[in-house]
C-alpha cells in the first residue's frame, strides 16, 4: 500500500448521461438529464491493527468501536475522538474459551450496539462472529453464529453462545453458515441475518441462502432462522442490512449463469420484513448501478452498504486489474449516489469506480471492506491489506 507524503487526494467521476440497466431483464430506467459530479476528498491512509474483517461503528457515547479477527479470536478496540487516536486492543471472544469438542476460529466480527430507547436492554452491544472448524476431517463441532453482549459499553463481555447452528457432515466437507450482520429494527427488534449454506447443502447442492433470526427481548433469546432471498441456481452471500425510509435494505453479493460474484441489492418493508423470500425475479431485488457489472471475467464481491448525511455509498472487492480474476488481485472499490436521486423506493445511480487505498494489483490485495459514516457526509474506508487492518477518511461532497 503506498503511504504517501503529506498530501490528499481527490477522487472525482462523472457519471455520464444515459441508460440504468434493471436486474431482471426489464424495461431499462431512462435518465435524460446529466447526474451531478460527486467527489471524495481523501485524508492519508492509517495502519490501525494487525487482523482481518474490520468493522467500525459509532457508539451511544459518541465514541467509535472496531472489531476485527486475529489469531482465531474476536478483538475490538474504541476511538474517542472520530478514528484518530484508540485504546489499546482487547479480546472479546477468544477461540479457546468457546465450549467446543474440536479446535475453532472466530471469523467475520460484526457488532452493533442497540439504542438508548430500546425496551429490552438500552444500550447493550451486541458482537456477533461466524464459528468456523479448523479442520473438518476430525471435527465434531458444525460452523454456527454466535454472539457475546455487553452491557456496560465494553467493559465486560458475556461467554459466547451459539444463536444459529449448521450441521455436522462427512469428512472433509467444508459446508456451513458466515458472515452475520446486527440490525435493530425501530420497535427494538434485533435481527442477525447471515449466508447460510446448510438447507441446500442437506439435499446434496452447494448453494447458499440469506437467513435472518430475531429477538424480541434484546438478544437474550432468539427465534428459528427463515429465508430472506436466495436463488434456484446460484449463491446469494455475504449480507449487510440497512435502514432507510420503512425499508430493510440488504446488501449481498450474487451470482449467475456465466456471471462472477457482483453485488445486488434486495429489499423489504419494515412491517413485512421478510414474510416472503426474495427471489431471483422479484420486483424486491435490484442492481444499484449505472452500469451493468455483469461479468464472466470480474469478481466484485463482499459488498457492504451504508448511509450518510446525503449520499447512500456502497463498497465491493474488484478484481478488474488484477492479474487473477478473482480474491488474489482484487482491491476496495467504492460507489456512490445522492439520497436525494431515489426513485420507487430504489437507488439505481451508484456510480464511479473510486479506489480508496493504492495497491499493486499485480501481487497484492485488499479485502473484507467496510465503510463507517462518520458524520457530516464524511466516510472511513476500511480493508484488510498484507496482514493488517487500515483506515482512511473522506469527505464526499457535490460539485
Known sequence: MTNSTTRKFLLSFLAAAGTLLSCRGAEPYPRKEKLPEICIDWEEPIKLVPGGYGRIHRLNDGRFMAVWSTG????????????????????????????????????????????????????????????????????????????SVSDDYGKSWSPARDVYKSELWSKDVMRGCYEPAVLELPDGTVQIYFADETPYYRNGLRYQNISVIESKDGGDSWSSERIVCYTEKHRDGMPVPMLYNGWIYVAIEASGDNIRFRPQIVRSSVTDSWKNPVLESSIYRFDPFLTSMESAYIYSGAPYLIRTDNYFAICYQSSEGGIDTGTKNATMEMALCRIDEMKKGEFLTMRGKIRPFEIDQTKDNALWNSLCDLGDDHILAITQHNGYIWIRKGRIYTK
Open 72 to 147: 482465531g479470536d474476536a478483538c475490538f478496540k474504541f476511538s474517542p475522538n472520530g478514528t484518530t487516536a484508540w485504546t489499546p486492543a482487547k479480546k472479546a471472544i477468544l477461540r479457546n474459551e468457546y465450549q467446543s469438542a474440536s479446535p475453532v476460529v472466530m471469523a467475520n466480527s460484526e457488532f452493533a450496539q442497540l439504542s438508548h430507547s430500546n425496551p429490552y436492554h438500552p444500550d447493550r452491544i451486541i458482537y456477533a462472529v461466524n464459528v468456523r472448524p479448523v479442520d473438518n476431517k476430525s471435527t465434531l463441532t458444525p460452523y454456527s453464529i454466535a454472539i
